[in-house]
């Protein structure tokens, strides 16, 4: 029986451009090799590597009625996401990025606000939560009118696992966005430099136990090509990254929570979910958006091939 995933939050439209070596000055052209319109966004992103990876992944989020919502629904929909809960809304722009990517496969955006930061606690009725077994926030930090406290006290309520990945906070709130909800979570998903501003530690442990101590029951810390950190109430732990050529770094990071999440509901330890999620977030660079990770084989594979 498949586990049964809700991903809240973010879909974006995002029109990958690659690679991007500078700007050119104005009035003049310099070719790249592709520009691609892609479903991204924190959860989006996550539930489509979720329902490559064997799961039952179900999106709610909000779009509009224009061309880059439907661009976003078809793609996140052909991952083999479920749409169903995925909100259009007359007169309101989809959130859109531009997404340039260096020869290194790292990423800068320019971010257009539009249905992430409409969506409210009312787009995820009891009826929904009670479809999913876990529900995931993706890309917290954005969305801005969505009381995730409220939102994980009544997925718990119901009996679902939760968990919050956090995204850049453009707005500047970041702790006052999320400790509402930190004591109601199983799992904490940031990344380093997330952390850091979160919590006003620079090293990557002391800040995932100071995130700890507010608490969620694990919390784990993504570092890129560092791997990622885990931190529980018995310790703090660290695991590589698998080593891969990297072409586009932009959805590693919810790649990562897919991998993650699945392993730990699914019976694994949290370090071998971690592994997992590593394995999850180094298949994801090698190819444009979520494209990289075809399936829960090719990820279990990369991680075998990285223990010998």
Request: neutral net charge.
């Amino acid at each position: 029986m498949k586990r049964s995933f809700l991903c809240v939050g973010q879909l974006v439209a995002d029109i990958v451009v690659r690679p991007v070596r500078s700007l050119p000055p104005p009035g003049r052209a310099e070719p790249v090799e592709d520009v691609e319109l892609v479903s991204g966004g924190c959860a989006a992103n996550t539930a489509a590597v979720l329902a490559k990876l064997g799961a039952e992944a179900r999106l709610s989020a909000l779009v509009g009625r224009d061309a880059l919502g439907d661009a976003a629904l078809a793609d996140i929909k052909a991952a083999g996401v479920i749409v169903d809960a995925v909100g259009r809304v007359d007169g309101l722009p989809t959130a859109a990025a531009i997404v340039l990517v260096d020869d290194a496969g790292q990423r800068s955006f320019y971010y257009r606000a539009g249905g992430c930061e409409m969506l409210t606690n009312a787009h995820v009725p009891n009826a929904l939560l009670k479809k999913a077994a876990v529900v995931h926030i993706g890309g917290a930090m954005k969305l801005l009118r969505l009381d995730m406290g409220e939102l994980a006290r009544r997925a718990k309520s119901l009996g679902c696992l939760t968990s919050l990945d956090t995204d850049w906070d453009v707005a500047g709130r970041w702790m006052a966005r999320i400790e509402g909800a930190l004591p109601v979570l199983d799992y904490l998903l940031t990344n380093e430099e997330e952390a850091a501003m979160l919590t006003g530690e620079k090293a990557p442990r002391e800040a995932g136990r100071a995130l700890l101590v507010r608490g969620p029951g694990a919390v784990v810390v993504k570092r890129g090509a560092r791997g990622a950190l885990l931190v529980t109430r018995d310790g703090a732990a660290e695991f590589p990254a698998y080593p891969v050529k990297a072409v586009d770094t932009t959805c590693a990071g919810d790649a990562f929570a897919a991998g993650f999440l699945l392993g730990a509901v699914g019976g694994a330890s949290l370090e071998d979910a971690v592994r997992q999620g590593n394995a999850a977030g180094a298949l994801c660079t090698t190819r444009v958006s979520h494209r990289g990770v075809t399936s829960l084989e090719a990820v279990r594979r990369l991680m075998a091939e990285g223990q010998r």
